[in-house]
């Protein structure tokens, strides 16, 4: 696909290299040099060269030929956005998804020319699409796209661009694993598909990395949010792969049955909702716009294909109290990432920390109480009057990738500055909704949250700090188990992922127009290896680890329960290499004035049952 | 303009920024409002005491409305009956205490050593001492007989503070002989004090949530919390430790009473329930009644066979107690109440119509009533009726800015007059719509607030104006005045009528900010700057509608800083598109006829700096308001010369 782009990329990084090496990179790193917290204090100490290039050596160096995935090149303070890429790139399940996001997107972008072409009542249909959209007035786009994607004039949105680059990208990086190819690949397609779609990262600046992160994952939102609109709005998208799979004799049957089936389900879910409306609106008096947002969110999620909002997506309850009347208003609110407030320098004091179980670090951090009282009280609209009230900011679901945002960075009058107060990195973290909050002390949660990724900010100010990547290795293979289309069966209601697998048949025969899925996705797609079936799409985009380097590097000792020897990687742009937990642990552990912090961490959700199962 | 400049003069002087209120509400409001958040008994004269949060203490006597005591500003959270009846001393969350004489019903002293809503009262009846309790955590003692004593000129008390509560107070409660005093608050945990020593005693943790309701028992050695965690504690005071649990609400606890032996707790919680519990044995349990809101205070009937049931809407009910044999032979108990003192609706939605004068409010009982905030008080009472539709119906094609506040927390219309974010002096409107006939020029404006603020003084001063600019409007001599800081204390609170008074008028003279002074005490109406501007056909505007001569040279214009619509229409119609003979389009509807090209006016659109800012046919008034003139001058006309009011016309 973007082979050739491959191919240039070693030319340019060499002249970069060269450039750099001379300007800034004074000390070179020594491939022999292997012991990560050296590494790291020697990084601190060169501030100057973090933001940008290895040195030759790392390269050539033996380093780069045991990188075991292929890797990222800095095309010049880019590293941001490749640590972003090697997150997403080992996030569990986000591949998976992303990959049957595109091939539905394919599809029905396929099937609404097709009817375009058919059709001449092109105009009520969009009116239809158009009109009651909720999203389009927040989001702004969206409803240009839709325009713009049916009349096609303007042949994709740039949002729906950037995820399709984003796909390509980690297509491109499968097909490098593939060859055991060693050569640094360039995202440059993304890059500008990124720029192009949002102004704010033009130009060779460092940019934020969380702001980065966040922005992909809306776009990706925002492309889910117009695949399920199209759906919800078309349903000819629907009804003709009935029609003509109906004249396919064979298969008439199946397809009926499942349409039924589908049918009752949807009934179903959308009776769960309005219920779920009814008693908020019985115990909630205040109901205000989020709250409307946010309940229209939770129906489109349920209708749609938003595997963003199963995965990445919590929801925060602001819960107020009048201490007068007693009254409670709860408001509630969509996130993807957990600010994590961090104290200044001058309160730290290491014994204390070490005292108290990270767990509940993060969990006082972010679970928060406050009782508005004097000048600051809270204006009760069953007493009409100010009145003391108490607040507390609770999370009524987590995601399962719960993404936690150190807030590193404070923005004063003099501009902003980063904080490098040390906060515990712990491996595993409980749970702190709203429901295993409240359990008992010595109850066990029903799941807890595990350490998967993390994003490093090495240096003393946003813009010349470094970004790194620590990802845990593994092509998450087990996600990839009886795909049920887009959604990771661990973590799901049966009715959900059912209901799209049943869409899925529908979609499955007119899968002429995906050129990714060449007719194998889906059901029928699934291969049976192992008595396992295995989704089609791990060939297509999924990572594909090096086994010959993992099992040299790890003795052959590891097995993949065994979690104390977790195997992680470190990708430093194009230097990849891999790390046991205790290094790990050892990187994340406490040293006096260090400026390598993490900045963003990245924790799947464990279920104790399903782990308890499986083994 | 000259009188906006004024003002801010005036205000400069008065940093401490000071808020003009008033309340609308009738000359006797006999019931109340809103809840009841305390009730007291005189058995000699048989009277029942109640605070109500319409700010409104009132006194029936034989269960008939006596008197009402008018001094306080908001919700009166608590009242205290001493000296035999004699005094009343109350807590508001105006942040005062106050000390009444209570056979006349007038208030004696008031007391402002608290900084936040008093919530609380305690009463030691043996030693006629009182403690004030509330949200700024701190709590007073006051010897009742140095109170009563309190002059104007002999106006200082000393006050010993119990120190050591760490949050807000929500209640109080002491023992007759006053050796002991305990508060409960959101700390969760009550929390003792001696009151002759003043000396921190113990504190008991035990609750889960705020304690709202506590009695201490004669002779100080146990105790009864009721709590927001729904439970009921008996709490032994010299083991220091729980007694008792009793879960007989299934919601908060937010009142109790216990007989005088501590025998039985009466409780009412936010479940509407009372309940009756043996307290030696809590299994022995009866409910007294369900009332139709949150019980808010208990308080038994002079023989105490039976308890005022006081909750937060306004009606006060007295229920027959079970007595010991109802308890033994577990007979039924009426579920009717003995007596009723019936109470008022509250003022619950209030809505200012775009006249910004009148107000439609909807009460508890789904009535709606329209307000006249320049006359302060109700004009129609409309009934049970459909709210929406009747905002609709009074949509009037106007603009006016805002220039007041409104407030309901006492059930009543609270009107605010300020000066920050809403301006008081903001509206100005014609002399005509504002339904002032005689009127020395037929273009005369006048300021609503203004307008008000004069009438609300008239008395103060007894400032006679010149017979042609004289009062156009007057409130009711009853109308509560009141000056306060904003968003804080009330600095002093009067009726309209009697400002006039010697004491009255001295206080008004310290209290009232000078910019209030300066706008009542200026008899003109008011100088308008004039302000250039150009009216220029939109580029929509076919060329041939216009006059020829108007195009080539777009005419300088003067005029006020505001003016009507109305007469900008009418400049465009004769000047501009050279219908002449349309002199008073706004009088007569039709009056617009097809010019010879084929073209009808029937709008005239302006626009100003490219937006569009009135749409309007001739027979409705729009005045382009002084707040977007206002911001046209500051953002153009201190850099350019000239004023420019891009004003274009649309002929649709």
Same mark, same amino acid.
Request: net charge negative; aromatic share 6%; with cysteine.
């Given at each position: 696909m973007t082979i050739l782009e491959n191919e240039v990329n070693p030319i340019h990084l060499h002249i970069s290299d060269s450039e750099y090496s001379n300007s800034h990179c004074k000390r070179k790193y020594s491939s022999e040099d292997k012991d990560p917290s050296a590494k790291k204090q020697l990084l601190e100490v060169e501030s100057n060269m973090l933001n940008g290039y290895r040195s030759e050596n790392r390269h050539n160096g033996d380093n780069m030929q045991e990188a075991p995935v292929a890797s990222l090149s800095n095309m010049g303070n880019t590293c941001y956005l490749n640590s972003v890429l090697y997150t997403l790139r080992f996030a569990p399940t986000f591949l998976h998804n992303l990959h049957h996001l595109i091939g539905d997107l394919a599809l029905v972008n396929g099937r609404l020319s097709q009817n375009r072409a058919k059709t001449s009542s092109l105009g009520r249909n969009i009116g239809a699409i158009g009109g009651p959209n909720s999203r389009s007035s927040s989001s702004g786009t969206s409803s240009k796209d839709l325009f713009s994607i049916a009349s096609d004039v303007v042949p994709k949105s740039k949002v729906q661009i950037v995820t399709e680059r984003l796909h390509d990208l980690y297509m491109t990086m499968h097909n490098l694993e593939l060859k055991e190819s060693t050569d640094p690949y360039q995202p440059v397609a993304l890059l500008h598909a990124v720029r192009e779609a949002n102004a704010i990262f033009e130009g060779n600046h460092q940019q934020d990395a969380h702001e980065l992160l966040l922005y992909l994952l809306d776009n990706i939102r925002e492309t889910c949010d117009f695949l399920s609109t199209q759906l919800q709005h078309n349903p000819d998208l629907l009804n003709e792969p009935e029609s003509t799979s109906s004249s396919n004799s064979g298969k008439m049957w199946g397809v009926r049955r499942s349409w039924k089936k589908s049918q009752s389900k949807k009934e179903k879910i959308s009776k769960e909702s309005i219920n779920e409306e009814i008693i908020n609106g019985s115990t909630i008096a205040e109901v205000d716009d989020s709250e409307m947002n946010a309940n229209s969110d939770m129906q489109q999620k349920k209708i749609g294909y938003n595997f963003l909002a199963e995965d990445f997506e919590g929801i925060t309850l602001v819960r107020t109290k009048?201490?007068?009347?007693?009254t409670i208003t709860e408001r509630k609110e969509l996130f993807y990432d957990i600010p994590v407030p961090i104290m200044s320098d001058?309160?730290?004091?290491i014994t204390e920390i070490e005292n108290i179980d990270p767990s509940d670090i993060y969990r006082n951090a972010c679970v928060t109480f406050e009782k508005l009282c004097d000048a600051n009280k809270y204006l009760c609209e069953k007493c009409e009057r100010y009145n003391e009230a108490n607040r507390e900011v609770l999370f009524e679901t987590l995601p399962n990738i719960m993404i936690l945002q150190l807030k590193r960075f404070n923005t004063s009058t003099s501009g902003v500055h980063k904080v490098n107060t040390y906060l515990p990195t712990p491996l595993n973290l409980d749970c702190f909704c709203e429901s295993c909050y409240n359990l008992e002390e010595d109850v066990l949660s029903p799941h807890y949250y595990r350490l998967c990724c993390i994003i490093m900010h090495l240096g003393g100010t946003m813009a010349s700090g470094h970004y790194i990547t620590y990802v845990k290795a593994s092509n998450y293979y087990n996600s990839y188990h009886d795909c049920s289309r887009d959604l990771p069966k661990s973590s799901l209601s049966a009715s959900c992922s059912e209901k799209s697998l049943n869409i899925l048949k529908f979609l499955k025969p007119r899968a002429v127009a995906n050129s990714f899925m060449e007719g194998r996705n889906g059901i029928s797609s699934k291969s049976i290896l192992n008595g396992l079936k295995i989704c089609k799409s791990i060939d297509c985009c999924s990572v594909k680890l090096n086994k010959n380097v993992l099992e040299n590097a790890l003795n052959s000792q590891v097995k993949r329960n065994d979690h104390e020897e977790d195997l992680w990687l470190e990708c430093d742009d194009e230097s990849i290499r891999y790390l046991k937990s205790p290094e790990l642990t050892q990187i994340l552990g406490y040293k006096p004035n260090s400026t390598a912090t993490p900045y963003l961490l990245f924790y799947s959700k464990i279920n104790r049952n399903y782990e308890k199962n499986s083994d | 303009m000259r009188i906006m400049a004024n003002l801010k003069a005036g205000s400069q002087n008065n940093r401490k920024k000071v808020q003009v209120s008033m309340v609308i509400c009738d000359p006797e409001e006999k019931r109340h409002r809103s809840g009841v958040n305390a009730l007291q008994i005189d058995p000699l004269l048989d009277r029942l005491y109640s605070a109500g949060r319409d700010s409104i203490i009132r006194v029936f006597e034989h269960e008939r409305y006596f008197h009402g005591m008018e001094h306080h500003t908001d919700w009166v959270n608590d009242i205290v009956l001493c000296c035999s009846g004699r005094n009343l001393i109350s807590a508001s969350s105006d942040t005062t205490v106050k000390v009444w004489n209570a056979h006349k019903g007038f208030c004696m002293s008031t007391l402002r050593t608290h900084r936040d809503y008093v919530k609380a009262l305690a009463y030691a009846k043996d030693r006629e001492q009182v403690a004030s309790a509330g949200l700024d955590k701190s709590i007073y003692l006051w010897d009742i007989n140095t109170l009563t004593a309190l002059t104007a000129s002999n106006n200082t008390v000393t006050t010993s503070s119990l120190m050591g509560s760490k949050e807000s107070i929500y209640s109080l409660a002491m023992n007759p002989s006053g050796s002991i005093i305990v508060s409960g608050s959101t700390e969760k945990a009550l929390r003792f004090w001696d009151p002759r020593t003043c000396a921190k005693l113990f504190k008991l943790k035990g609750h889960s949530d705020n304690v709202k309701a506590l009695v201490v028992n004669r002779d100080g050695t146990q105790c009864l919390s009721g709590s927001s965690d729904g439970t009921i504690k008996l709490w032994s005071l010299g083991g220091q430790r729980c007694l008792q649990t009793m879960r007989v609400h299934s919601d908060s606890v937010w009142a109790l009473l216990a007989t005088e032996n501590f025998n039985y707790v009466i409780s009412g919680g936010r479940d509407n329930k009372v309940i009756m519990t043996e307290l030696k044995n809590p299994q022995n349990s009866r409910v007294i009644c369900i009332e139709q809101a949150p019980i808010l205070k208990l308080c038994f009937t002079a023989d105490q066979q039976a308890v005022w049931v006081s909750t937060s809407d306004s009606n006060i009910r007295c229920w027959k107690l079970p007595t010991d044999k109802h308890f033994d032979e577990n007979l039924p108990v009426s579920d009717k109440p003995i007596s009723l003192i019936p109470g008022g609706a509250a003022i619950r939605e209030a809505v200012v119509l775009n006249d910004k004068r009148h107000i439609l409010t909807k009460d508890a009982s789904e009535h709606v009533a329209l307000y006249d905030v320049l006359q302060a008080k109700k004009v129609e009472d409309i009934g049970v009726a459909n709210f929406q539709e009747e905002i609709k119906k009074r949509f009037k094609m106007i603009h006016i800015p805002n220039w007041f506040n409104v407030d309901l927390k006492t059930g009543m219309l609270t009107i605010h007059l300020g000066q920050d974010e809403v301006d008081c002096f903001s509206a100005w409107v014609s002399a005509r719509d504002a339904g002032i006939k005689d009127t020395p020029e037929p273009d005369s404006k006048v300021n609503y607030g203004k307008l008000l603020l004069q009438a609300l003084l008239e008395h103060w001063r007894m400032v006679q104006t010149e017979a042609d600019t004289k009062n156009h409007f007057s409130v009711p001599k009853h109308t509560p005045l009141i000056l306060s800081e904003i968003g804080g204390r009330t600095l002093y609170r009067v009726p309209v009528g009697e400002a006039g008074g010697e004491t009255e008028s001295a206080l008004l003279n310290e209290t009232v900010p000078g910019w209030v002074t300066a706008i009542v005490e200026d008899n003109c109406n008011g100088k308008f700057i004039k302000i250039q501007f150009y009216l220029q056909p939109h580029s929509?505007?076919?060329?041939? %509608? %216009?006059k020829q001569d108007r195009i080539k040279k777009p005419e300088r214009l003067v005029a006020n800083d505001f003016i009507q619509c109305k007469k900008v229409a009418e400049h465009i119609l004769e000047k501009l598109l050279g219908d002449g003979n349309a002199s008073s389009p706004g009088v007569d509807g039709d009056s617009s006829p097809p010019t010879s090209n084929g073209y009808g006016v029937d709008h005239i659109e302006l626009s100003c700096n490219e937006q569009v800012r009135y749409f309007f046919s001739f027979i409705h008034i729009v005045e382009i308001p002084k707040r977007f003139m206002k911001t046209l001058e500051l953002n153009h006309y201190k850099k350019y010369t000239s004023f420019e009011n891009d004003t274009r016309i649309l002929i649709s």
């Open positions: 009048c201490l007068e009347c007693e001058d309160d730290f004091d | 929509s505007v076919p060329v041939h %509608l %216009l």
